[in-house]
């Protein structure tokens, strides 16, 4: 693997932690817990590609702790190894039950760990390129709308919890279809593909969000951010299109396009939803095409 996939490794003894972090660290990144608290948190914080969970722990147990992660929606799919001296029948169940993959019985042989271990990892790669390829848009290669669609519920269901500001800009480039008819439609694949660098060297924090939504339409989603610093991005992006200048093929005619942009801004709260915040900002592009276009509107949220 090219980059070390990372572990959580929750136990209550620290020389069964000791003992994983010796076999596993010579492959793969190993972080620790020793409770079920503990470890529900940094699986938050550092959400691991895998989950390596003893049963047997005081205050939250791990059946408890189990429950929590596959409840969820941030660490749901993350496979969990049961580590356990309880190997009985009963036990295997409750588990499974529970969303468990797998178990490793105490004592443990390193040899055995490493290797129910490599093989929960190597299904989470699989299961991660057949994602990537439903997940991303094949001209652009930036999220299609599928992937936007699950993290705006996701970052949606964040700033309710934390009460915190969610921006979403609406892209629409002007007069694609001219641009189509007057250059063809493989120039416009080539501007399409040029725009969406642009768009995603503007998604500048990691939980900043840029997808093709469709056709000639972007999205860029912004969390922990309010309407005032999105409008100003928002700006930012439409002056490097407008300033932007694309080769055709033969490299004799420098082409220009511009864009709209309708911005919106929400604090989720339990009477709103996601496609409020969409619909506003489909209001506002509306507005920016209609008053003339090149421009972002805002409105009033």
């Given amino acids: 693997m090219s980059k070390k996939s990372t572990i959580l490794a929750i136990d209550d003894e620290p020389i069964t932690l000791i003992i994983l972090e010796t076999i596993l660290t010579p492959d793969w990144n190993v972080i620790t817990a020793e409770s079920g608290e503990e470890g529900l948190k940094k699986s938050l914080a550092v959400i691991p590609d895998l989950i390596l969970l003893d049963i ?163 999205g860029l989603l912004l969390p922990n951010t309010s309407l005032k610093p999105a409008t100003e991005i928002a700006e930012n992006i439409r002056e490097s299109v407008e300033a932007l200048r694309v080769l055709t093929a033969d490299g004799r005619t420098d082409t220009k396009i511009t864009i709209s942009i309708g911005v919106a801004a929400i604090v989720p709260t339990e009477d709103l939803h996601a496609e409020d915040l969409i619909c506003k900002a489909d209001e506002n592009l509306y507005m920016a095409k209609a008053s003339g276009r090149n421009r972002v509107c805002s409105g009033k949220n």
């Fill in 56 to 218: 047997m722990m005081p205050g939250m147990n791990g059946f408890d702790t189990l429950k929590i992660l596959k409840e969820s929606v941030e660490t749901q799919n993350i496979p969990v190894i049961i580590i356990t001296v309880e190997n009985n029948d009963a036990t295997e169940e409750k588990c499974f039950n529970l969303g468990a993959v797998d178990f490793i019985s105490k004592p443990f042989s390193s040899v055995v760990v490493r290797a129910r271990v490599k093989n929960q990892l190597q299904i989470v790669n699989q299961f991660r390129t057949i994602e990537r390829l439903g997940l991303i848009d094949p001209l652009t290669n930036i999220r299609n709308r599928r992937s936007f669609n699950d993290r705006l519920n996701t970052e949606w269901r964040r700033c309710l919890r934390e009460k915190a500001p969610l921006s979403f800009l609406m892209i629409d480039v002007d007069k694609f279809k001219d641009y189509n008819d007057t250059y063809g439609h493989p120039q416009g694949d080539t501007l399409l593909k040029t725009l969406a660098m642009i768009f995603e060297s503007s998604a500048r924090r990691p939980a900043d969000i840029i997808a093709r939504l469709g056709g000639e339409e972007f």
